[in-house]
């Protein structure tokens, strides 16, 4: 068995399956850091967007700079979905 918090584990048997799921949970979660930065940005620059479409009622951004950032936004979700196979069932 296993247990554990925020920042610790307890294995009550150190073996290469505890090791193989350890590695492969922190693995995802510092991937995970990475795409929570971009899209922490991403959704203060559809903020920013928003806040100016209801203030002007106007839409002014560029359509390359829209496309830019819904391609961004549509690649980090596929790369949160299959690089880090969170979806994935691991069968031990």
Known sequence: WMKGGLDYIVLKYLDTDGIRI??????????????????????????????????????????KKLFQLVGKANSNLADVIIRLGLFDRHVL
């Open 22 to 63: 350890i590695s492969s949970v922190l693995g995802q979660s510092i991937a995970l850091d990475h795409y929570i930065r971009q899209v922490d940005d991403m959704v203060e620059e559809f903020t920013e967007i928003n806040r100016i479409m209801e203030k002007t009622g106007d839409f002014t951004m560029k359509r």
